[in-house]
Nanobody
Framework: QLVESGGGSVQAGGSRRLSCVAS????????VAWFRQAPGKEREGVAL???????DYGDSVEGRFTISKDNAKNTLYLQMNSLKPEDTATYYC??????????????????WGQGTQVTV
């Protein structure tokens, strides 16, 4: 189970940190990712991390967003800086059990959070 928090309203240029707490498994052995979806748009990959800590970012957030995790707390984070109105969306964390997963394809992730709204 994945539970996100940290969403809300923020002014353009501001920062926000999203959290995603995992229960029922160890986040250290899974690949994880953040996706977002704005009204009328397809789900978009924001950031991902494999179990070795290798990360990748979507072009629209590169240099502004940072994905990280605290394995001791089984928690995934998304630090969002220099937020823009176009970052407004519902943000979802995702995870998968495949130890070699590292993909932007939403269908490859077995576990999803309920989503948290970010409005800029």
């Amino acid at each position: 189970q994945l539970v996100e928090s940290g969403g809300g309203s923020v002014q353009a240029g501001g920062s926000r940190r999203l959290s995603c707490v995992a229960s029922g498994y160890s986040s250290s052995s899974y690949c994880v990712a953040w996706f977002r979806q704005a009204p009328g748009k397809e789900r978009e990959g924001v950031a991902l991390m494999n179990r070795y800590g290798t990360t990748d970012y979507g072009d629209s957030v590169e240099g502004r967003f940072t994905i990280s995790k605290d394995n001791a707390k089984n928690t995934l984070y998304l630090q969002m800086n220099s937020l823009k109105p176009e970052d407004t969306a519902t943000y979802y964390c995702a995870a998968d059990v495949d130890p070699d997963c590292y993909t932007w394809l939403p269908d490859e992730y077995a576990y999803w959070g309920q989503g948290t709204q970010v409005t800029v």
